[in-house]
């Protein structure tokens, strides 16, 4: 059953492949370029998310059909999963359509991941586990909600700012993936949802198709989803201190890019080209050599992950790296 379910992922993306142009032309949905912050000399496809939301209904509705353990999730945390992944697809739709604005953004999704926390309690954490520590932090109920709204609205600004050049996120997003699937957590749900992202990643370079708001806002809601159902629910579970080294450099950059603008009296939610990807963009004058860099710098502190270096140490090595990159561009631009 497992390997069917990989073949129909497989020429259900094969079939959209070989159809895009049709496809797009169909839904009609583009990002024109403004010769500001969008410089693609064409409109663009915008449907990248729709086609993930595809694939990962069909993945959900065949392992229940089918009862495929591997791919079950617990009823809840399935309807969680559900909820919080339509959500932030369509509000990553209505941003695209109308381009709403930060503030208004930043409330709409603040309210309902705090409406979600409210029913749904196993979405909260009460444990704070950090992987170098023998200790454990424990959140009281006000904290945990807190906590899981601010982890959650941080995560969705930090992967949609990192979303600027092409394939960027979609193959971070593959590397969480490698993650999760070297720990052993539902390897075959990451391994079918891949599928679909290394099509993304190839139409992608092409320019024929961009995530959008609504799939960079859907990839956070899974991926975070995932971060705390394997938190909670498996074994060999990625502590919360790790969690935040495979994001460092979305993270990091977010809040780079946050103390500038608040530090320039803008809107620190407001876009602009001083992004990590942009930085270097101007310095290599290639797209792909850029996204090659970015992307191996985020896989470091993954690959940190994998031995028995302590994640303070990873970390700061990360770090280091980070603005060790963004000196030497700065100095080599004088």
Do not use: W
């Amino acid at each position: 059953m497992s390997l069917n379910l990989l073949v129909l992922l497989f020429l259900t993306n094969l079939f959209i492949y070989f159809n895009f142009n049709y496809i797009s032309n169909f839904f009609n949905f583009f990002d024109k370029p403004d010769r500001k912050l969008k410089k693609h000399l064409k409109p663009v496809s915008l449907i990248g998310g729709s086609i993930i939301f595809v694939n990962f209904i069909i993945i959900l509705i065949y392992s229940r059909i089918f009862n495929i353990s591997d791919l079950l999730i617990e009823d809840n945390y399935l309807i969680l999963l559900l909820l919080l992944s339509l959500f932030f697809y369509i509000i990553g739709l209505f941003d695209d359509i109308k381009n709403l604005t930060p503030n208004k953004k930043l409330f709409i999704i603040i309210f309902y991941l705090s409406i979600i926390t409210l029913i749904f309690p196993e979405i909260r954490i009460e444990e704070v586990k950090i992987s170098f520590l023998n200790k454990i932090y424990f959140l009281n109920l006000f904290y945990s909600y807190i906590f899981i709204v601010l982890c959650f609205a941080l995560l969705l600004n930090a992967i949609n700012m990192f979303d600027g050049i092409n394939s960027q996120v979609l193959i971070f997003t593959l590397m969480i993936f490698f993650v999760f699937i070297y720990k052993g957590f539902m390897p075959l749900f990451f391994i079918s949802l891949s599928i679909c992202l290394i099509m993304l990643v190839i139409l992608n370079f092409q320019n024929k198709v961009f995530l959008g708001d609504n799939g960079s806002y859907l990839i956070s809601g899974i991926v975070g989803f995932m971060f705390i159902y394997q938190y909670k629910t498996f074994d060999k579970f990625i502590y919360g201190d790790q969690v935040f080294l495979i994001l460092t450099i979305p993270a990091i950059d977010m809040l780079r890019l946050f103390i500038s603008r608040i530090l320039n009296k803008k809107n620190p939610f407001q876009g602009d080209l001083n992004h990590l990807h942009h930085i270097v963009n101007n310095f290599v004058k290639n797209k792909n050599l850029t996204t090659i860099m970015t992307t191996s710098l985020c896989f470091i502190p993954m690959l940190f992950l994998m031995t028995e270096i302590q994640s303070y140490y990873s970390l700061m090595i990360t770090i280091f790296l980070y603005f060790l990159i963004l000196f030497i561009i700065k100095v080599k631009f004088k």
